[in-house]
């Protein structure tokens, strides 16, 4: 006899067939790599269509957000369906003070969460959370590739031989703190940018970025693993928390190509990733540019080590989930 599937919806805001977007790439691969269970069926829906679907299911996972408006909700579906398991996951949480009062009242059943500070909030406010990262990467593609062939990408792409790539991927806009990056000087450096194609871009921006030679590449990139392998340093120069997701997956992919990465301590990215156990060096908004100088740089490229990041598989990652469904499932309200 066949086991019965635990019925799952996976809610997420919008959908778009090019998945270079964080919380759109994390919540197509979760779903894709779910189905591939023999105990879970997971359906992958817009929140408009999420009040229309709760009596069909025993667990509603929120892969976005959360907001308030999240947690309302998750607060209905329960209401509506009382056997319902709802989960919030925390990968690119926006509340301001007064709408964070108000969540006690509205807690989910589960709260994933990837920072000491929402542990802290979550704390205070007596709401169930589990530490769990659901930032992953597909370590088939992003991975180290031998100096033959980075030489041939780099031909490819038209990028200098002889200069260290200095690489950021993400949005296209001053908020993200890209501006860093034309402090940096040097003949030995040659800073790469990729930019979200789903996002609206500041071209005023890029204007100026190009100005400083910094070479802007505006435009979707299939392969965009290719640029991370012939880069020599990821730079991750985020401040504000609403420009980025919890766990950045470009950090993620940066490492996963062995890449040593220089980064602000961004959100979730100091708890998931110590720097004494991945290749990463962390540094406060202020001191960050002090770093664009060629010893310093040049060291931080010397010294890389290989990164282990198994646990980012999306199959390792889907596998705990799959874990925490069953628990959620077998608990009665």
């Keep these: 006899m066949e086991k ?7 809610v997420f805001s919008k959908k778009n067939s090019r998945d270079d977007e964080g919380m759109q790439k994390i919540a197509i691969s979760i779903h894709s790599t779910l189905n591939k269970s ?21 667990i509603i ?11 309302i909700l998750s607060f209905l579906c329960k209401k509506l369906n009382p056997a319902v398991k709802t989960i919030l996951t925390f990968t690119n949480p926006i509340f301001n003070k007064f709408q964070l009062k108000f969540i006690k009242f509205f807690k989910p059943d589960i709260a994933l969460i990837s920072s000491s500070k929402w542990k802290k909030i979550l704390s205070q406010n007596k709401i169930n959370y ?27 792409y038209k990028l200098p031989l002889k200069k260290k790539i200095i690489l950021h991927v993400g949005h296209l806009k001053k908020k993200r ?3 860093i990056f034309k402090s940096l000087k040097g003949e030995d450096f040659q800073v790469v940018i990729v930019g979200s194609t789903i996002t609206k871009q500041e071209y005023l921006l890029i204007k100026e970025l190009k100005k400083e030679k910094i070479i802007v590449i505006n435009k979707y990139i299939k392969n965009i693993f290719e640029i991370y392998q012939i880069s020599d340093l990821y730079v991750f120069p985020v401040l504000d928390h609403e420009n980025a997701i919890q766990v950045p997956l470009s950090v993620l992919e940066a490492l996963s190509c062995n890449l040593p990465v220089l980064s602000t301590k961004f959100g979730g990215l100091p708890d998931i990733l110590p720097s004494n156990k991945f290749n990463i060096s962390y540094s406060d908004p202020i001191k960050l540019g002090k770093f664009f100088n060629k010893n310093k ?15 980012f598989q999306w199959e390792e990652i889907t596998k705990n989930l799959v874990s925490i469904y069953k628990n959620a499932n077998q608990k009665k309200n």
């Design 38 to 58: 023999s105990e879970i069926n997971s359906r992958l829906i817009s929140v408009n269509e999420l009040l229309f679907k709760v009596k069909s299911v025993e």
């Design 61 to 71: 996972h929120f892969i976005g957000g959360p907001s308030l408006r999240t947690f």
């Design 297 to 311: 740089m040049l060291k931080l490229i010397k010294e890389k080590k290989k990164n282990n990041m198994k646990k």
């Design 130 to 156: 589990k530490f769990f990262n659901v930032s992953g990467v597909n370590q088939l593609k992003f991975k180290k590739i031998n100096n033959i062939k980075k030489k041939k990408l780099k031909i490819k």
């Design 4 to 10: 019965k599937k635990i019925k799952i919806l996976l």
């Design 177 to 179: 703190n890209i501006e």
